[in-house]
């Protein structure tokens, strides 16, 4: 769009002028205007749907280790909403604003991860023990080693999502960069390849990961969660991927009433900035508050018992909450895991060493204490209550994965 010849090595120059996008397109207001009126407008709704649901997590603090997941996940939409609103508003500033949404993406794609653990094995503590006693449906690695490459192929879209971000604002400052360019001379095409590269492989990894632990998750909802990410992931890149399209074809040229800028960043921004609302409410249903509260009649479904009894532990006006939310101690002790797993190999725990049963009853077995895992044996992030856990089926879930044969 608008784009005029140039060697491979030079970056297409854009058509830009005071004649293009100069002129009313509704009442007294140009395209620019109008951008910045709706975005603003999508974006304070997206920030007051969103911080209502926020703030009934925090103020219903009854399960530290899921709720503080859902607090992140559930700001990528008002997080999503800022950033395209400040590149339909700054224009010359999308460039550089952009890819920190993608980072943010990340640490919400794993705290999603994060949660699914929590939801299948509570206790941080015990996480090795179970997934070396889980049988794969399908041959391959065991179950504890499968875990650990899980692990890392998830937490890998942090790191490369924050260097892909830098490394963008750093090329665009000196002019490497070309955003209206697809040649292999600039760092766009190699960011955006190493960047949904990334992204895909967490994602399926994600998958994968779901399928496997279908029955211990069944009960938790997990898809409309995973669909309030994956749904703001795959519109965002797909408009991406076609308004850059149409830009490197020059299928739009710019106009009296629509300039580059308005047509490459300000219409997605109005898309983006829209979609924000209508996630923002679906996360009332999809990351509801309703189990994790508390009534007369009893605790939620999800919620977590402490010292003799379930209880909120938001502090005022949930400030307590706010404040582990935004502790990254469990992504960062995450990451170290992440390259302990890639450096050794996974040490079996002695008391899972036990044969499994395919079907059938299990025996009677005694309560007994696992092992510390010395992988998890430091973990600094939000913990569930320890207790003495036992191979009865009825508290794990699925008896012909992990049940011992009786002798």
């Known amino acids: 769009m608008g784009l005029s010849s140039s060697s491979k090595t030079t970056c297409p120059s854009i058509i830009t002028g005071p004649q293009y996008g100069a002129d009313n397109v509704v ?3 140009t395209f620019h205007q109008l951008t910045i009126i709706l975005c603003g407008a999508f974006t304070a709704a997206t920030f007051i749907f969103s911080g209502a649901l926020l703030f009934l997590h925090e103020t219903h603090f009854s399960n530290p280790g899921q709720q503080t997941q859902i607090i992140r996940i559930v700001a990528l939409a008002p997080c999503f909403a800022l950033v395209f609103f400040l590149a339909g508003s700054v224009p010359s500033a999308a460039v550089y604003l952009q890819p920190w ?9 794993t705290s999603y991860f994060l949660l699914l653990v929590t939801f299948a094995v509570p206790d941080p503590q015990q996480r090795d023990g179970f997934f070396e006693r889980l049988q ?44 209206n360019g697809h040649s292999v001379h600039f760092a766009h095409i190699w960011l955006t390849i190493i960047h949904t590269i990334s992204v895909v492989i967490a994602f399926l990894r994600l998958l994968r990961f779901y399928k496997c632990l279908r029955t211990e998750l069944k009960d938790h909802h997990v898809v409309p969660k995973l669909f309030a990410i994956k749904g703001i992931v795959f519109l965002v890149t797909l408009q991406t991927f076609i308004f850059a399209i149409l830009s490197s074809t020059g299928a739009v040229k710019p106009s009296p009433t629509l300039s580059f800028d308005d047509f490459y960043f300000g219409i997605p921004a109005i898309l983006t900035c829209g979609e924000m609302v209508l996630f923002s ?3 009332f249903y999809a ?4 189990p994790y509260t508390l009534t007369s009649s009893g605790a939620g479904s999800e919620s977590q018992p402490r010292n003799g009894g ?3 532990h938001g ?19 995450g990451l170290v895991l992440a390259v302990r797993y890639l450096v050794s190999s996974p040490q079996r725990q002695g008391h899972d060493s036990l044969p499994l049963r395919k079907s059938g009853n299990p025996p009677a077995l005694p309560r007994y204490v696992p092992q510390v895992s010395n992988d998890e044996r430091y973990y600094q992030g939000p913990r569930e209550t320890r207790r003495e856990h036992s191979l009865d089926p009825v508290e794990y879930g699925r008896v012909d994965r992990y049940t011992p044969l009786q002798r």
């Open 27 to 29: 009442g007294s207001l």
């Open 101 to 109: 949404a993608d980072a943010y993406e990340a640490v919400a794609l």
């Open 136 to 179: 794969r449906s399908k041959g391959g690695d065991d179950s504890l080693k499968w875990y650990h490459r899980t692990w890392c192929l998830v937490f890998q879209y942090i790191p490369v999502s924050f260097i892909v971000a830098v490394v963008t604002d750093i090329s665009q400052a000196v002019g490497k960069y070309c955003i």
């Open 281 to 283: 409410l679906f996360n």
């Open 287 to 290: 990351y509801s508050v309703k």
């Open 310 to 312: 379930a209880r909120y």
């Open 315 to 333: 502090g005022f006006l949930g400030i307590k909450a706010l404040l582990a939310a935004l502790n990254p101690t469990d992504i960062v002790h």
